[in-house]
């Protein structure tokens, strides 16, 4: 079995149980990842999220779009030198300022001038609550299929209180209860670590 290295991943999470996954959390600082093996990523997404500008202006500046630390340019670089796939919220800022094109609605699309390959998923269809829709960037020589289907979800991701008015939906996220959503469906991450171990 392939190993391989999931880097800024909960060391409580799901990464943490599955065979043949060397995690890297916060304390080991994934930005130092040297190799050898393919990668699954998940670096940080509150600085570069659809809202993210929103929080800047609202925070006079402290919070910045794209102050991570360096977190989402380590990891392109992890995936491009190692091989793997990198997951980022749809609409990520940190897609166009990274140089990659947003993927098609459906199916990998090949980057040109980039070896990596793009494409749009649904958490929910790998069993999260909410529809989650998540870009994933890939590189390696042919990506598996994904799970194409988007189930609309049976919950939405909002720390607004206003954000939910549909009786039949709750609110998966709030301020004091924000771990539910970052937390990868262990379907999704058994799928990222296989797409890793085909490079």
């Not at 202006?57 to 989402?72: C, K, P, W």
């Not at 990659?100 to 001038?113: D, E, I, V």
Request: aromatic share 10%; hydrophobic share 40%.
């Amino acid at each position: 079995m392939k190993t391989v290295a999931a880097l800024y991943v909960d060391p409580r999470g799901v990464y943490a149980t599955l065979p043949g996954v060397e995690y890297w959390d916060e304390a080991r600082d994934a930005r130092l990842y040297a190799g050898p093996h393919p990668v699954v990523a998940h670096p940080p997404c509150a600085r570069w999220c659809r809202l993210a500008k929103f929080v800047e202006h609202q925070t006079d500046g402290r919070l910045a779009v794209g102050d991570d630390g360096g977190t989402f340019a380590a990891a392109v670089a992890s995936v491009r030198r190692w091989g793997g796939v990198l997951e980022h919220p749809a609409w990520s800022l940190a897609w166009g300022v990274h140089g990659l094109a947003a993927p098609p609605a459906r199916g990998w699309q090949k980057l040109l001038g980039d070896p990596g390959w793009v494409c749009e998923v649904a958490q929910s269809a790998y069993g999260h609550p909410a529809r989650k829709l998540t870009w994933l960037y890939f590189v390696g020589q042919e990506p598996l299929e994904c799970d194409w289907s988007k189930p609309r979800g049976r919950k939405v991701i909002s720390g607004m209180r206003n954000r939910c008015t549909r009786p039949l939906m709750e609110r998966l996220w709030t301020k004091d209860d924000g771990s539910k959503t970052s937390a990868s469906p262990p379907a999704f991450a058994e799928f990222l670590v296989a797409l890793a171990r085909t490079c």
